[in-house]
């Protein structure tokens, strides 16, 4: 029991990395599928189209699965239309602005795509499928050999054995792939490593701080939802009684709308204050009536978690 | 113990993903049994019909069961034969269109993830456009082959055909290509419309996302509220009423909600930004009968979106 309770503890305290393997697992095993269940290469001229659709298409419902389910797409974009009271706003500086916030949820976003585009070529069946029928391959393998050549090679993803009858220097389509697929992994670690560097490098804020930060996010979002629910249980409550009863309401204090609407604007840090969220700077800063409140301030990537911590049912 | 709790609620923070993927498994389940067991493709000139029938029919089953499990389909229109005003209210006609789109966009994806696993699988498209007999097509499929293609191409799929083998071999599987090609187009297509009109819904919506998710949640708590305030009041009051019938007694009052009142109860509920109230019985519990006829401004479509019968 206590060595389950041990387990459990490690999970949860590493839950962003678990999570991120478990996608990226998940993306490897349904890759496996795909390749040995649903995908056949026809072996003609549609070779092409059909191995760079089953390579491409799944990365890119990927992606938009990704951006889909970050909390802090959501926030940006919730109410963000420019309205009538917004006649002073430039586009450069929102377009600005939404390109600070996207670019680390793409980040985020581009894991299990990548993961799927990597498993995919360290399998080969589809790039061997798409290259067999590319113009370009045709030319450096087939080279002077004739028409013969490339009817072989638009067949061989169906016979391995045809591979023998084209003599040629060039690799294998099979190790073209895998070694495109290395490449690919080796270089996203590359940039991973060294955007993360430059990130903590930028950073506002120090490294203790940073900790002490995340703590405090996570336990915020687990307060507002158990707070959130009290208060709608006991809303609900009073109205439902009313409704039966055919009574007045008893006065019951719930946030306004604008107060709603302060909270939930994009956090942005200051190294003036001190806040760690924007419920934090508005109750600060008197309720958010503070000139304090309104005051600009940057969006370093390092703090990016800060409003993603909100659950992942907010997207839909 | 505590264990199982942080589990539990890892699994019902995820609900909808979870929801949606034991969906996908559900249709992959279902349509694997349909083809290695139902599916017969008959190999004649019926293949065409039998193949779109196999793709069609599940889909358009899975629509209207879709339609029948959500309950706003059922709260739009309880009662409007009695009173049509209530569908098409003075000044807000296009209110119906707008709110029975809403409800054919969720009922839909259950058929578009039939249609993707099932164009996925290739059997069903295969089985069909091999009876398709449009001279056209025909010539784009039996593209530098034998004269035999043009007519037993309907035999392929039984590999009934007197073609040799890798002829009939690559028929097939040109036509589960592109049966797979057009799945995959289905399925990005789907994606791309759904992530589009939620980030347009979500950026002309008049709440904040704070107070968006506190609204979802309010949504359930009421409507558990509501249950158990049904089964404590359905008690009190046949408990009178059988009191009084066996012993012979006068009954003593229970008040209950009039019918105008559960009328008004019963209406979709549409957001006003200068107002503050969360649901239909929060509003009229505040401002009391007259408040339910005034204007209405914004449709929000999450409040009844995710409600189960």
């Known amino acids: 029991m206590d060595r389950l309770r041990g387990a459990l503890d490690f999970c949860i305290r590493h839950q962003t990395v678990l999570g991120y393997s478990i996608v990226s697992l998940l993306t490897a095993a349904s890759e496996h599928i795909f390749s040995s269940v649903v995908f056949k290469c026809p072996c003609n001229s ?47 500086g929102t377009c600005s602005r939404y390109c600070q916030v996207l670019v680390p949820v793409t980040a985020r976003a581009v894991v299990a795509p990548l993961t799927w585009i990597a498993v995919a070529l ?183 978690f800060v409003d993603e911590a909100h659950a992942i049912e907010s997207g839909f | 113990m505590d264990g199982f709790q942080t589990v539990l609620k890892f699994f019902m923070n995820r609900k909808t993903a979870i929801g949606y993927s034991f969906m996908a498994l559900l249709t992959m389940g279902g349509e694997r049994v349909f083809s290695l067991v139902a599916f017969r493709c008959p190999c004649s000139n019926e293949n065409f019909r039998y193949g779109l029938v196999f793709l069609f ?51 839909l994806v259950a058929p578009v993830m039939w249609l993707s696993v099932a164009l996925l699988n290739g059997t069903f498209y295969e089985c069909a456009m091999s009876g398709l007999e449009n001279p056209d097509h025909l010539n784009v499929v039996c593209n530098r082959k034998s004269e035999k293609c043009f007519e037993e191409l309907h035999k392929v799929p039984c590999d009934k055909s007197s073609m040799p083998f890798s002829e009939s071999d690559e028929l097939k599987r040109t036509l589960q290509a592109q049966s797979q090609i057009l799945g995959w187009c289905v399925i990005v297509t789907t994606a791309l419309l759904s992530l589009l009109t939620t980030c347009c819904a979500s950026c002309q919506s008049k709440v904040s996302h704070l107070q968006l998710m506190f609204w979802r949640v309010y949504e359930g708590t009421e409507k558990e509220q509501l249950e158990h305030i049904f089964q404590l009041y359905a008690t009190k009051l046949s408990e009178r009423n059988l009191k009084c019938f066996f012993e012979n007694k006068e009954p003593e009052p229970i008040s209950l909600p009039a019918f105008q009142a559960w009328e008004n109860a019963s209406q979709l509920y549409s957001f006003g930004s200068t107002k503050q109230h969360y649901s239909t019985i929060h509003r009229l519990v505040e401002e009391g009968q007259k408040g339910i006829n005034e204007e209405r401004e914004t449709m929000l479509d999450s409040v009844d979106r995710r409600e189960i019968p």
């Open chain 2, 57 to 107: 029919s599940p889909a358009f089953v899975l629509l209207v069961i879709g339609y029948f499990l959500n309950s706003k389909t059922w709260k739009l229109f309880t009662g409007c034969w009695v009173n049509p005003r209530k569908i098409f209210p003075r000044g807000n006609v296009c209110h119906f269109f707008y709110v029975f789109g809403q409800i054919t966009l969720n009922a």
């Open chain 1, 46 to 92: 549609a070779n092409m189209l059909y191995g760079s659709v089953f390579l491409l298409v799944p990365a890119f419902i990927l992606l938009l699965l990704g951006y889909m389910v970050n909390a802090r797409t959501w926030r940006l974009l919730t109410g963000s239309c420019p309205s009538e009271k917004c006649c002073n706003c430039s586009p450069w």
């Open chain 1, 122 to 304: 360290l399998r080969a069946n589809f790039y061997a499928c798409a290259a067999s029928g590319n113009s370009l391959i045709k030319d450096l393998i087939c080279k002077d050999q004739g028409e013969e050549c490339q009817n072989l090679l638009l067949k061989i993803p169906c016979d391995e054995k045809l591979s023998t009858k084209i003599s040629s220097e060039f690799l294998s389509l099979e190790a073209q792939s895998q070694l495109i697929g290395w490449f690919l992994i080796a270089s996203i670690m590359t940039v991973a490593l060294i955007s993360t560097c430059v990130s903590r490098c930028c950073s506002p804020v120090s490294y203790l701080q940073l900790k002490f930060w995340k703590i405090y996010s996570k336990e915020e979002q687990e307060h507002f939802e158990i707070k959130a629910k009290e208060h709608a249980t006991k809303l609900a409550k009073i109205n439902t009684n009313c409704f039966f009863e055919a009574t007045d309401p008893a006065p019951f204090q719930t946030p306004s709308n604008e107060d709603w609407r302060k909270i939930s604007f994009l956090y942005t840090f200051n190294s003036q204050e001190q806040y760690y969220s924007m419920i934090h700077k508005y109750v600060n800063t008197n309720r958010g009536n503070n000139a304090k409140f309104e005051e600009g301030g940057q969006n370093p990537t390092v703090l990016g």
